[in-house]
């Protein structure tokens, strides 16, 4: 079954501090790998797109790595920000149908 | 570029009614999809138009539909509302056609309340 799993589900750090969030999948055939931000009550937005071939990218202060063999990825994000406070979601792409399969999220809360 | 755009933002229904909620997707997009979020439950895939065609169907009971129009806006039409259909209604636009690059742009989303 093409699942998506996120830990942890909710997580606190002090701002400044560095913090990285986990996706394990089972989704096959995959296609890429995406993460969202999303802030209570809006639509979520991108973050990164990684290709089966891509194993690590960068958007500012948020890194994220993909090992295709283990089916995991990861969201670093570095010197958290107040802004940073909100929800992560990561999606798998299952390659030929079109769909996304979605985690559930991680919920990070930065605290001053 | 305007980004995807939805209405209304917000809606109040009672039990047994039914709402339509409109996506307009981003210009040059012909893929929209739908989903339905709530807390416990996260993102939930409704469906998915391309070029005014059903190309993906999640695991939602009939009373859920939705269509796409010529001009690749969409609409989602919710029959007898039930209260579980609480939910925050999101739509993305992506170009569709070439998968790995397909990047999904959501719109802001519309908070739907069955009371």
């Known amino acids: 079954k093409n699942q998506v799993e996120q830990s942890p589900q909710s997580l606190i750090i002090l701002e400044g501090k560095n913090c990285t969030l986990q996706?394990?999948?089972?989704?096959?055939?995959?296609?890429?790998l995406r993460w969202y931000k999303q802030d209570t009550g809006r639509g979520p937005v991108s973050l990164t797109i990684?290709?089966?071939?891509?194993n690590t990218k960068s958007n500012g202060r948020y890194t994220a790595t993909l090992d295709a063999d283990t089916k995991q990825s990861s969201l670093h994000i570095t010197a958290s920000q107040l802004s940073d406070s909100a929800s992560y979601i990561c999606v798998v792409s299952n390659a030929g149908t079109y769909k996304y399969i979605f985690g559930t999220g991680t919920r990070l809360k930065v605290l001053a | 570029k305007a980004g995807v755009t939805q209405t209304p933002r917000y809606l109040i229904k009672t039990r047994g009614q039914q709402v339509t909620l409109s996506c307009s997707p981003i210009?040059?997009?012909?893929?929209v999809s739908w989903y339905q979020q709530t807390p416990g439950q996260g993102l939930q895939f409704l469906f998915e138009y391309f070029s005014e065609t059903q190309r993906n169907k999640g695991n939602f009971p009939g009373r859920f539909s939705g269509r796409q129009f010529s001009n690749s806006r969409s609409e989602m039409n919710v029959s007898t509302l039930e209260l579980g259909d609480s939910a925050l209604y999101l739509c993305?636009?992506?170009?569709?056609?070439?998968?790995?690059?397909?990047?999904?742009?959501f719109g802001p989303g519309t908070r739907l309340t069955v009371l």
């Open positions: 990684m290709t089966f071939s891509e």
């Open positions: 993305a636009s992506s170009t569709g056609t070439s998968e790995r690059i397909n990047e999904q742009f």
């Open positions: 996706c394990n999948y089972t989704v096959s055939p995959f296609s890429n």
């Open positions: 210009s040059g997009h012909r893929s």
